[in-house]
């Protein structure tokens, strides 16, 4: 009998290996919506057979954009896309034409599946497939036809993320079944969901997260809880009306739920594992958490779309006591993942392994993103190999014994300073945007806080914040001044009722610069 190993080799194994064993197992909640293994299976089918009557030419799709809100076409689309051989390619009903047409083009999509929700699906450079959820629904209790099966390896393409350029062209990152298979490997066993559970999925397909959300729960026999818009603005109330029992998300929605006064201690019984991942994760972030979620285990993971998912984690202590101070009051990220290797460069982590992503979808994008196998320089006139080492662009910090340049130790504990572009010269100190965002967060009443840098009529910069909560009577800069050196004290701090979130429901700093450098003016 081959391993389990062996036998989860693409993401549709990940799915199909369950679905047998678990047939009648509920596979998928998303408001009054439940299905089975077997059900969510056999949509799937349906969804399959469209996409290869859509395509034309009568081949099989080879990728396939999925434009979905949170329905169920969304999520068996995704796995219908895997059912006929080919990658991912989530888009966002709510992103602009211009952003989608962008990705689609440049992903060159064979067909794009849409459930209705985008008003701009049809003018989009692929063919369309429009199903609603309600069309699908209604063939719950019909068998599919029959599908040839795909010849998908680890090599192939599971899904194509597409995250910011630099140069405002969207970048297009390709993860292959291997890729995703061996970070799904480590990470399920570690969130330790089964049957019975109920898994949270809190992320748009958009964002790679989503992922550990869908295999999480349907590789291992538990039921996906998708959240609605409106659940996600009562996260808490979310978490318990559905009784779940593993909770992933940005910490952001921590912020959110001490905003709404509902993250109240023992508010959340129910949960047994919770994790938080996208952004840094403060300590007092998390000690509101797992106040109010006292039976369960707190983790914090890092990772960029490159490395799949996340490639490091770390686990608080349950003693909230016991847990570590750091240099930023966030919680540390933890070692990397046991299949990859770390080296630092000038603090920044570089990462190599098998969840290593191969390269950009336009090679150009790899200029700058790696180093050679001994850590110099990469010439990007040469192939990408296993070897070489991604640069994530994060800085980071690790005991004093492994803090310098070069290979990092296996098991290293590290923890995240920001990113690289995130350290700023301030009439000539070096100042981490992430030490101040800390001491303007520890100050009583202050929930959350960013930092940006504004550029001065003189050419120099000045700092500027905003935060949410309030930090009581007087201005807040007379108190940073007694915790830090006048010149990392923002020029202004400005109160705001909450952060601006991307479509990933991370903060926004774009639009807090936009807002503060508004108020600058003003």
Same mark, same amino acid.
């Given at each position: 009998?081959?391993?389990?190993r062996?036998?989860?080799?693409?993401?549709?194994?990940?799915?199909?290996?369950?679905?047998?064993?678990?047939p009648?197992?509920t596979?998928?909640?998303i408001g009054? #919506?439940?299905l089975t293994?077997?059900e969510?299976?056999?949509l799937?089918?349906?969804?399959?057979h469209g996409?290869l009557?859509r395509?034309?030419?009568?081949?099989?799709?080879?990728?396939?954009?999925?434009?979905?809100?949170?329905?169920?076409?969304a999520?068996?689309?995704?796995?219908?896309?895997?059912?006929?051989?080919?990658?991912?390619? +989530?888009?966002? +009903?709510?992103?602009?034409?211009?952003?989608?047409?962008?990705?689609?083009?440049?992903?060159?999509?064979?067909?794009i599946?849409?459930?209705?929700?985008?008003?701009?699906?049809?003018?989009l450079?692929? +063919?369309?497939?429009?199903?609603?959820?309600e069309?699908?629904l209604?063939?719950?209790?019909?068998?599919?036809?029959?599908l040839?099966?795909?010849?998908?390896d680890?090599?192939?393409?599971?899904?194509?993320?597409?995250?910011? =350029?630099s #140069?405002?062209?969207?970048?297009g %990152?390709?993860?292959?079944h291997?890729?995703?298979?061996?970070?799904?490997?480590?990470?399920?066993?570690?969130?330790?969901?089964?049957?019975g559970?109920?898994v949270?999925? &809190?992320?748009?397909?958009?964002?790679d997260?989503?992922?550990?959300?869908?295999?999480?729960?349907? $590789? &291992?026999?538990?039921?996906?809880?998708?959240a609605t818009r409106?659940?996600?603005?009562?996260?808490?109330?979310?978490?318990?009306?559905?009784a779940? &029992?593993?909770?992933?998300?940005?910490?952001?929605?921590?912020?959110l739920?001490?905003?709404?006064?509902?993250?109240?201690?023992?508010?959340?019984?129910?949960?047994?594992?919770?994790m938080?991942?996208?952004?840094?994760?403060?300590?007092?972030q998390?000690?509101?958490?797992?106040?109010?979620?006292?039976?369960?285990?707190?983790?914090?993971?890092?990772?960029?779309?490159?490395?799949? %998912?996340?490639? #490091?984690?770390?686990?608080?202590?349950?003693?909230?006591?016991a847990?570590?101070?750091?240099?930023?009051? #966030?919680?540390?990220i933890?070692p990397?993942?046991?299949?990859?290797?770390?080296?630092?460069?000038d603090g920044?982590?570089?990462?190599?392994?098998?969840?290593?992503?191969? $390269?950009?979808l336009?090679?150009?994008?790899?200029?700058?993103?790696?180093?050679?196998?001994?850590?110099s320089?990469y010439?990007?006139?040469?192939?990408?190999?296993?070897?070489?080492?991604?640069?994530?662009g994060?800085?980071?910090?690790?005991?004093?014994?492994?803090?310098?340049?070069?290979?990092?130790?296996?098991?290293?504990?590290?923890?995240?300073?920001g990113r690289?572009?995130?350290?700023?010269?301030?009439? $000539?100190?070096?100042?981490?945007?992430?030490?101040?965002?800390?001491?303007?967060?520890?100050?009583?009443?202050?929930?959350?806080?960013?930092?940006?840098?504004l550029p001065? +009529?003189? =050419?120099?910069?000045d700092l500027?914040?905003?935060?949410?909560g309030?930090?009581?009577?007087?201005?807040?800069r007379?108190?940073?001044?007694?915790?830090?050196p006048p010149?990392?004290?923002?020029?202004?701090?400005?109160?705001?009722?909450?952060l601006?979130?991307?479509a990933?429901?991370k903060?926004?700093?774009?639009?807090v610069?936009r807002?503060?450098?508004?108020s600058?003016v003003?």
């Amino acid at each position: 009998m081959e391993s389990p190993r062996a036998e989860r080799r693409t993401l549709r194994d990940w799915f199909a290996h369950t679905a047998a064993a678990f047939p009648a197992a509920t596979a998928l909640e998303i408001g009054d #919506t439940r299905l089975t293994y077997a059900e969510l299976t056999a949509l799937a089918g349906h969804v399959a057979h469209g996409l290869l009557a859509r395509s034309g030419s009568g081949a099989a799709p080879r990728r396939v954009g999925l434009l979905t809100g949170r329905t169920v076409v969304a999520y068996a689309g995704y796995l219908a896309v895997h059912r006929v051989g080919a990658a991912v390619v +989530p888009l966002g +009903p709510a992103f602009p034409l211009t952003r989608n047409a962008r990705v689609s083009a440049a992903a060159q999509l064979d067909v794009i599946l849409t459930d209705g929700s985008c008003d701009h699906a049809a003018d989009l450079p692929a +063919p369309t497939l429009t199903l609603t959820a309600e069309d699908l629904l209604a063939l719950t209790a019909t068998a599919p036809p029959d599908l040839p099966e795909p010849a998908t390896d680890p090599d192939d393409l599971a899904y194509l993320l597409f995250t910011s =350029g630099s #140069t405002g062209e969207p970048k297009g %990152v390709p993860i292959r079944h291997g890729n995703v298979c061996a970070y799904l490997e480590q990470a399920v066993p570690h969130y330790g969901p089964g049957p019975g559970d109920r898994v949270s999925q &809190t992320f748009d397909l958009t964002f790679d997260p989503s992922v550990l959300d869908l295999y999480a729960a349907w $590789g &291992t026999g538990a039921t996906l809880v998708a959240a609605t818009r409106g659940d996600l603005l009562r996260p808490v109330r979310f978490a318990a009306a559905r009784a779940l &029992t593993h909770w992933n998300s940005v910490p952001s929605v921590i912020s959110l739920a001490e905003r709404l006064r509902a993250l109240k201690p023992g508010s959340l019984p129910g949960l047994r594992r919770s994790m938080f991942c996208g952004e840094p994760l403060t300590l007092r972030q998390a000690r509101a958490w797992a106040r109010a979620a006292g039976n369960s285990t707190v983790d914090n993971a890092y990772g960029p779309t490159e490395l799949t %998912v996340t490639c #490091t984690g770390h686990r608080l202590p349950r003693d909230l006591d016991a847990w570590p101070d750091t240099p930023n009051d #966030t919680v540390p990220i933890g070692p990397l993942h046991p299949a990859l290797e770390g080296r630092l460069l000038d603090g920044e982590l570089c990462v190599r392994g098998p969840q290593r992503f191969a $390269g950009y979808l336009d090679p150009a994008d790899d200029a700058g993103r790696f180093l050679a196998p001994d850590g110099s320089p990469y010439d990007p006139s040469t192939p990408l190999t296993q070897a070489h080492w991604y640069r994530t662009g994060d800085r980071v910090t690790a005991p004093s014994a492994a803090a310098v340049d070069g290979p990092l130790p296996p098991g290293t504990p590290l923890t995240h300073l920001g990113r690289v572009d995130q350290q700023v010269q301030v009439h $000539g100190y070096r100042v981490e945007l992430g030490e101040v965002e800390a001491a303007l967060r520890n100050l009583p009443g202050v929930l959350d806080a960013v930092v940006v840098a504004l550029p001065t +009529p003189d =050419g120099s910069v000045d700092l500027a914040a905003a935060h949410t909560g309030a930090p009581g009577a007087g201005d807040p800069r007379a108190e940073l001044r007694r915790r830090l050196p006048p010149y990392m004290v923002p020029a202004r701090v400005t109160a705001v009722a909450s952060l601006p979130l991307n479509a990933n429901g991370k903060v926004d700093r774009a639009a807090v610069e936009r807002l503060l450098r508004g108020s600058q003016v003003s």
